[in-house]
């Protein structure tokens, strides 16, 4: 076996559509439903233009029992970070700054990489990556 990439990353929240609204609005990712859950637990994919599941949320309050001693909010341990590949930097920061989301910008001109830093509404920090922007 070999590790190529990450598939998706698990985002458990207590306000399901405002989260998904965050993805859609900032990221562009579209929500589809996630069959593969129980059907009492809700829950969105967030899919890339290509159709790929990038961010699965679920709705921590239709799964408690799972869920339990994991709070939306409240520090995340040893998961600092998600981090994204993506393009279109100046665009993606204008957007950023229109929805008046806080947010830190870097580029590393040496290294060929710009990135914006920002939380998402449960606390998640997204590092977006956008090689040959800088």
């Known amino acids: 076996m070999q590790v190529s990439g990450i598939d998706?990353?698990?985002?458990?929240t207590e306000?399901?559509?405002?989260?998904?609204?965050?993805?859609?609005?900032?990221?562009?990712?579209?929500?589809?439903?996630?069959?593969?859950v129980a059907s009492h637990i809700a829950g969105y994919w967030?899919?890339?233009?290509?159709g790929n599941a990038i961010v699965h949320l679920?709705?921590?309050t239709t799964a408690r029992e799972r869920y339990d001693g994991y709070v939306p909010g409240l520090p995340t341990n040893a998961l600092h970070h998600v981090a994204l590949r993506c393009t279109g930097f100046a665009e993606m920061r204008a957007r950023i700054e229109e929805m008046g989301v806080p947010h830190r910008a870097?580029?590393?001109?040496?290294?060929?990489?710009?990135?914006?830093f920002l939380v998402d509404p449960n606390a998640v920090n997204i590092e977006l990556n956008f090689p040959g922007a800088a």
């Open 8 to 12: 998706h990353v698990n985002v458990l």
């Open 58 to 60: 679920v709705d921590r």
């Open 106 to 116: 870097m580029e590393h001109p040496s290294l060929g990489l710009a990135q914006i």
């Open 15 to 36: 306000d399901l559509e405002g989260t998904a609204r965050f993805y859609e609005d900032l990221l562009g990712l579209t929500r589809s439903p996630n069959s593969t």
């Open 46 to 50: 967030m899919r890339d233009s290509a």
